[in-house]
Nanobody
Framework: QVQLVESGGGLVQAGGSLRLSCTASGLTFSWSTLAWFRQAPGKEREFVAA????????YYADSVKGRFTISRDNAKNTVYLQMNSLKPDDTAVYYC?????????????????WGQGTQVTVSS
């Protein structure tokens, strides 16, 4: 059974930083493409960042480019999202996802497995 468990969310002031973690079990982690999505209250789930297998390529939403960094540690079966210069608009529940698309994808349907989400709140 595949499980993805996120951690690291919390409350932070605008301009601050957080690092989210997502630890996976039950899948061939090193061969999976990993991604982060987020969903704010009353809004649809949106893509944040993706990282291909073997960390060959990354892909970021324009809204987070230059502020967020996705990375992975295959030895720990963990994917990270380093979030800097946070803004109130970044407030959302953040979800990690894993799958086996042919390349990094911003589409939720490309990913087979999802975590339960972790809340990030950025105060102004």
């Amino acid at each position: 059974q595949v499980q993805l468990v996120e951690s690291g969310g919390g409350l932070v002031q605008a301009g601050g930083s957080l690092r989210l973690s997502c630890t996976a079990s039950g899948l061939t982690f090193s061969w999976s493409t990993l991604a982060w999505f987020r969903q704010a209250p009353g809004k649809e789930r949106e893509f944040v960042a993706a990282l291909s297998r073997m960390s060959v390529s990354t892909y970021y939403a324009d809204s987070v480019k230059g502020r967020f960094t996705i990375s992975r540690d295959n030895a720990k079966n963990t994917v990270y999202l380093q979030m800097n210069s946070l803004k109130p608009d970044d407030t959302a529940v953040y979800y990690c996802a894993a799958g086996f698309p042919s390349s990094t994808s911003e589409h939720a349907r490309a990913y087979d497995y999802w975590g339960q989400g972790t809340q990030v709140t950025v105060s102004s």
